[in-house]
């Protein structure tokens, strides 16, 4: 029962974390945000978001592409005015990637599409259902197998 229980949760993840299944989700939250803010450019402002200002390289793994995909996708979101380049202080030679308020007042847009699209989605659970659900999703990224 234990492994059958493993299995399940392990397909669910599989199709959760597949990028064709995230890039459908970003291309609908995505949807009249600007010719910028489409799902290419949408793991790097996310990533840009949740870890502060990086460098490409360093951005690279937490966007789920390698540093020239950033790269690419971070001069589209520049030209829109949302993120802008500045000196790394610990390396001259190097620029890091930043939002701007623009870019945070995207990042704050996009949020709210995903929160209100995820509570539609759960619409038909019974009440308490998804707050028992967030819950134990907390505490299963917390002390699962990704720490």
């Known amino acids: ?7 399940e949760i392990a397909d669910a993840l599989g ?3 597949r990028r064709t299944t995230r890039a459908q989700l970003h291309k609908q939250l995505t949807e009249g945000m600007g ?44 030209a ?6 500045e000196a790394d202080p610990t390396d001259r030679r ?14 704050t847009e996009l949020r709210r599409r995903l929160a209100a699209h995820i509570m539609t989605s759960l619409s038909s659970w019974a009440p308490g259902e998804a707050e028992t659900f967030a819950r134990h999703l907390r505490r ?5 197998p990704f720490t």
């Open 35 to 78: 010719e910028a803010v489409d799902e290419l450019t949408y793991p790097v402002l996310s990533a840009l978001a949740r870890t502060g200002p990086r460098s490409a390289a360093d951005l690279a793994p937490d966007a789920g592409v390698d540093r020239s995909g950033v790269t690419r996708r971070a001069s589209r979101l520049e």
């Open 94 to 107: 190097a620029h890091l990637l930043v939002l701007t308020e623009q870019g945070h007042s995207a990042v």
């Open 1 to 7: 029962m234990e492994n059958e229980v493993g299995h």
């Open 80 to 85: 829109a005015g949302l993120i802008r380049r």
């Open 140 to 144: 299963f990224t917390a002390e699962g």
């Open 15 to 17: 199709l959760l974390l």
